[in-house]
């Protein structure tokens, strides 16, 4: 399986960006498969932000409630992450995740594979 991020960048506060990952080796269409939107920022531990479930069921952490939207396009096999009304705290390396199986939670440790991450940063 292969993850490749892209989207990332400088954008001031209360600005917008969409994050994409490209999935190649499995299909969406595979049962099962979830995937997942996580960041890291200096110094701080990995924390899952968005997951999408196989049937495009999702869940979010509280603080991206409302401002981000994970979402998929099974033809083109990619992820996507929206996020809108950005601030300096969301400033981190953005990454994608894929597992198969189990449930689909926003636990880092729960996903055996990774995308090499996008930074993107928050400021004016």
């Known amino acids: 399986v292969q993850l490749v991020e892209s989207g990332g960048g400088l954008v001031q506060p209360g600005g917008s960006l969409r994050l994409s990952c490209a999935a190649s080796?499995?299909?969406?269409?595979?049962?099962?498969?979830?995937m997942g939107w996580f960041r890291q920022a200096p110094g701080m531990e990995r924390e899952g932000i968005a997951a999408i479930d196989f049937d495009g069921s999702t869940k979010y952490r509280d603080s991206v409630k409302g401002r981000f939207t994970i979402s998929q396009d099974n033809a083109k096999n990619t992820l996507y992450l929206q996020m809108n009304s950005l601030n300096p705290e969301d400033t981190a390396m953005y990454y994608c995740?894929?597992?198969?199986?189990?449930?689909?939670?926003?636990?880092?440790?729960?996903?055996?594979?990774w995308g090499q991450g996008t930074q993107v940063t928050v400021s004016s």
């Open positions: 995740a894929a597992k198969k199986g189990g449930l689909c939670l926003l636990l880092s440790e729960a996903y055996p594979d």
């Open positions: 080796g499995y299909t969406y269409t595979y049962s099962s498969i979830c």
